[in-house]
């Protein structure tokens, strides 16, 4: 499409096969948005494109990533406040046309198996090395293991028994994030064999450290889970995929979408030229 959507904080640019959301920097916007500075998100990667009113005065666009297609997604597992949120984008609400335009457009463009969840992961997690600090303890990540150096104020002493941990990537099959901003927040590495069976409780768990008040942010801690779990992912053994049928063009669904330009151009929001671009593209995908 090659188009921009400019809203509170986030902005989205529309190309081909993707869709470039890029998050400002500014006091008002939240720091997980800050840190992950920009996100590629392939359109095989949505499950669909939601729209609603917004609040005072805002209208919203929420694209669905689709179960295992973006890790961030998965170990935030709908944990996170709407304001963090990296796949919502708040518009004024004289921008309703525009946004049903555009969410039209994401539709139109959606794979065969929007509907299925994704066998791997379509969106890039944050690049390592990272590291942040929990309560009880340090934890970094490298690429290839990740290390738990316990803090002797917090740390329980089954941890302080166990010693420092290091567990490289082969070793672990999951990761378990809860929220910071939720009682019992922490990170927990779920094992391929571990030594015996693992404790209820995190903080009596050496695969996992927990969250306190000012410890283990969401900004810290989500792209962290995020990294670990893509890289476990990455390691799994690869699925034999057959070929992916190409989606046929829905002509009802092109002359819907025909429709709306014509509703932004008398709306004013499209140039005469914008629109007989816009027109001829979507004929020409019939």
Known sequence: MGDVLAGFHTVWEFDTDSVLIRF???IRTPKLL??????????EALAAVEQAPGKHGTVVLRAVPRPGADPLADVADGQLKEGCDPYRLVLPAERELLAE???????????????EP????????PEPP???KAYDGKASFDGTAVSFRWFWTGASSAKWKAGDRRFEVSEITGVEWR?????????RLVLRAPDGPQPDQADQDPAAVVFGRG???VHESLPFAAAVLAAVRAKAPAVPQGAVPAARPDPGGIAERIRHLGELHEAGLLTDAEFSTKKAQLLAEL
């Not at 066998?119 to 997690?125: D, F, I, P, T």
């Open 34 to 43: 800050q840190v992950l500075g920009e996100r590629r998100v392939p359109y």
């Open 130 to 132: 990272l590291s942040f």
């Open 118 to 125: 994704a066998e791997r992961h379509l969106v890039a997690a």
């Open 179 to 187: 929220s910071p901003d939720t009682p019992g927040g922490h990170l």
């Open 215 to 217: 410890y283990g942010l």
């Open 101 to 115: 335009y555009y969410a039209e457009e994401i539709r139109g463009r959606l794979g065969p198996y929007a509907a």
């Open 24 to 26: 400002e920097r500014g």
